[in-house]
């Protein structure tokens, strides 16, 4: 007979190993239907979604935020299952939290944080999660939101040119923003905004060449894909995507 902690780990090991595998999708067909059968908000035009997302910033700009102190009773509603009308891939960033920046509730926003809001080259979690919120939850727009002074991009063009070894994977990580560093090259004003702006434009173009499910609903015009960046001074995001 099997032991339970032996097949406690079983379960564990499997649900991982369909993780990597990019979440396989279709194991949660099933509760995500039920979801968005339950959820108008989630396939909502995408031009409406980012007018959505830009007027909650507006508040938030404006110190006229909706979105207060929360209690576990306020997210009841929520318990049965979620509806994202946006997807958004952002920086880890501790100061830059979308559901701040954008005043939006907990269960409007199916969020990705990655140091450097990096997409290409970031594997089959960060890819597979962002198939699931579009092909499971519905969601029909996507943001890529980078961030003024990011870290992540200041060292890629810190290290552009430099032969010493960064620890641990962080050398990686740093890697996948280096080609922005290249693409913003000559470009006039500050070269930190410039390469933010340009690792953004970067990844936005990277999410719509996503195949096979992101590419084809792009080509149809069925999901759209934008980038922007958060001033950490103002608030204010810019679309420059």
Sequence with gaps: MTSPSHSNRRDFLRWTGAAGAGLTIATTTSLSRAQNDNAPDAKIDPKLA???????????????????????????????????FAAIIGCADSRVSPELVFDQDVGDLFV??????????????????????????????????????CGAVAAAIQHIESTDALPGSI???????????????????????????????RCVARVKGLDPILSKMVDKGELQVAGGVYELSTGAVEIVA
């Excluded at 508040?59 to 979620?82: C, E, H, M």
């Design 112 to 149: 990705v944080r990655i140091a450097g809001n990096v997409f290409s080259g970031s594997g089959p979690l960060v890819k597979g999660s962002i198939e699931f919120a579009v092909a499971e939850l519905g969601v029909r727009f996507i943001m890529v939101l980078g961030h003024s002074k």
């Design 50 to 84: 980012l007018g959505r997302l830009m007027e909650g910033n507006k508040r938030f700009v404006s110190g006229q935020s909706r979105r207060t102190g929360r209690s576990p009773a306020d997210f009841a509603t929520d318990a049965a299952g979620q509806a994202p």
């Design 171 to 201: 050398g990686g990580l740093v890697e996948l923003v280096k080609p922005a560093v290249v693409a913003a090259k000559g470009q006039p004003g500050d070269k930190l905004d410039n390469v933010i702006k340009a690792n953004v434009q």
